[in-house]
């Protein structure tokens, strides 16, 4: 079982994380108009899947932020996701305050089994029920070219890592 720390307190996580060269598993997330947005919708493009545990924290909201600014400049093929357990109504909300319109919010409001199936589901702690802090990078054709799980919940993620997985 994969741990990350929240303030250096260790979290179980269930589930397994797809490593590159894995096809990426299924997901099920409904978008700001609560819409389905599924790997089948996004078929055909690169996806930056970030994974956050909420946008009511304040490194999520950084997170969210760069990922849409860096966005503007990664092309029509590539779609970027921010996928965390907050209802679609909140991630709006946050989306339209902050005019990021380069990312899809997504929640995992109906599947409830994503964190399980991407192996950071948060299965104890005071998290408990939302997911870790991760970034999947998935081809057009739905491999997976980086995986990153940020050992900290309270850290950002390597963001140049993972955009530079898309020209791979």
Not at 2 to 24: E, F, H, I
Not at 31 to 39: Q, R
Not at 53 to 72: G, H, I, M, W, Y
Not at 128 to 155: H, M
Request: contains cysteine; negative net charge.
């Amino acid at each position: 079982m994969a741990q990350v720390t929240l303030r250096g307190n260790p979290c179980n996580l269930a589930g397994t994380m797809p490593k590159v060269g894995d096809t990426a598993p299924d997901f099920n997330l409904t978008g700001a108009d609560l819409a389905p947005i599924t790997k089948q919708s996004l078929a055909g493009k690169k996806k930056v899947l970030v994974v956050v545990p909420s946008l009511d924290t304040p490194v999520c909201q950084v997170e969210t932020r760069k990922f849409n600014e860096r966005a503007t400049s990664l092309g029509d093929d590539v779609v970027v996701v921010i996928a965390s357990a907050d209802l679609s109504f909140a991630m709006a909300r946050f989306c339209a305050t902050e005019g990021l319109n380069n990312v899809k919010a997504a929640s995992d409001l109906r599947d409830r089994e994503f964190g399980k199936r991407w192996g950071v589901a948060i299965a104890d702690g005071p998290l408990l029920g939302l997911t870790a802090r991760a970034i999947f990078v998935v081809d057009a054709s739905d491999k997976i070219t980086y995986s990153e799980l940020v050992p900290e919940i309270g850290q950002e993620p390597d963001y140049e890592a993972a955009l530079a997985a898309l020209t791979k």
